[in-house]
């Protein structure tokens, strides 16, 4: 799997929407794990809080606590892409959006790389600014 490619990123006003993309690059998403990190402003690159993921076999998802029934991760397998729904956006949402994914066989690994990052293939990001 080479380096995922995100789009989708914004300013918009606290309560609005955006969706964000995350294009397979190389290999598709076949039993894969993928997940969206985030990076607010100032913070470091281990820093990264890890917001959704999804196991693109079995199609489990996995949320942070602090999303959970604002924003819903899906795939699109025709296309090869995961996206990231996000609705009631708040000022706090504000961050560097990162997609990684790494081919993984046992769909339960997407919840623990949501939490200790360890992903090889990630991202550039994409911006995403919620002002109040």
């Known amino acids: 799997q080479g380096q995922p490619v995100e789009s989708g990123g914004g300013s918009v006003e606290t309560g609005g929407s955006l969706t964000l993309s995350c294009a397979a690059s190389g290999n598709p998403f076949n039993s894969h794990c993928v997940a969206w990190f985030r990076q607010p402003p100032g913070k470091k690159p281990w820093e990264r809080e890890g917001?959704?993921?999804?196991?693109?076999?079995?199609?489990?998802?996995y949320y942070a606590d602090s999303v959970k029934d604002r924003f819903t991760i899906s795939q699109d397998n025709a296309n090869n892409t995961v996206y990231l729904q996000m609705n009631n956006l708040k000022p706090e949402d504000t961050a560097e959006y990162y997609c990684?994914?790494?081919?993984?066989?046992?769909?339960?690994?997407?919840?623990?790389?949501?939490?200790?990052?360890?992903?090889?293939?990630w991202g550039r990001g994409t911006k995403v600014t919620v002002s109040a």
């Open positions: 917001v959704a993921a999804i196991h693109t076999g079995a199609g489990s998802t």
């Open positions: 990684a994914a790494d081919y993984c066989q046992v769909p339960g690994t997407a919840r623990i790389l949501l939490e200790t990052r360890d992903f090889a293939n």
